[in-house]
């Protein structure tokens, strides 16, 4: 069964302005992450929050967890044309569970 | 390069016949996974390794089958009773303690 839900299903915006994309899921955690598949290609790991952590960055990625609304999001600042891909968040614990994904294009 | 290596990168296969998709890894990493993707979807997990000769069904292992002789290599068969077997096939791996997977590039199965 799918845990992660992300939300919008797809998202389209122009170079420069910021995208967040949103993730639920229904069960305790131990880590979540975020992952990029560009089309037709494997997926890409961008970052890990652990379920003690409420904020982490990296580069133009700025990632939020709340554990008592059990969601997460993904905010990718001044985006760019290369950030357009499908954005997939998966939790753990054990097993990886994966969302469907936002579909997000960047427009030049 | 370290990395994941999947081929083919397409794959046909005939009414009947079993195929089988490569995965090697240079990462040393002890395990190694099997996902499948449907358009618009995400990932179901098929089959997933932990150990050298060791391996566990994911959510959906129906109509698949894997094995694990080496540390580098964990190749999927599609039976030919997976009867709808046209998909996108991600082959990961991570290392021991870690949750972060590392992806090949995939194989795109189509039927004839």
């Known amino acids: 069964s799918q845990q992660g839900e992300e939300d919008p299903q797809a998202l389209s915006i122009q170079e420069g302005e910021n995208a967040t994309m949103n993730c639920s899921y229904k069960?305790?955690?131990?880590?979540l992450q975020w992952y990029r598949q560009n089309s037709g290609r494997g997926l890409v790991h961008l970052i890990l929050?652990?379920?003690?952590?409420r904020e982490k960055h990296s580069g133009r990625l700025r990632v939020t967890l709340d554990t008592s609304k059990k969601s997460s999001s993904l905010l990718i600042t001044a985006s760019r044309a290369a950030d357009t891909a499908s954005y997939f968040c998966a939790t753990s614990p054990y097993k990886l569970t994966f969302g469907k994904g936002t579909l997000l294009t960047v427009n030049p | 390069d370290g990395g994941i290596t999947q081929s083919p990168k397409y794959l046909f296969r005939k009414e009947g016949q079993n195929v089988t998709l490569s995965c090697e890894q240079n990462?040393?990493?002890?395990?190694m996974y099997w996902y499948r993707q449907d358009p618009g979807q995400g990932l179901r997990l098929i089959y997933y390794?932990?150990?050298?000769?060791?391996?566990q069904k994911g959510d959906i292992a129906e109509g698949y089958s894997v094995s694990r002789e080496k540390k580098e290599s964990f190749p999927l068969t599609v039976t030919s009773a997976q009867k709808n077997p046209t998909a996108f096939y991600l082959c990961?791996?991570?290392?021991?303690?870690?949750?972060?997977?590392?992806f090949g590039a995939g194989t795109r199965l189509s039927v004839l």
């Open positions: 990961a791996s991570s290392q021991t303690g870690s949750d972060i997977q590392y």
């Open positions: 069960t305790s955690i131990n880590n």
């Open positions: 390794s932990q150990i050298v000769n060791d391996f």
């Open positions: 990462l040393n990493h002890d395990a």
């Open positions: 929050i652990r379920s003690n952590e």
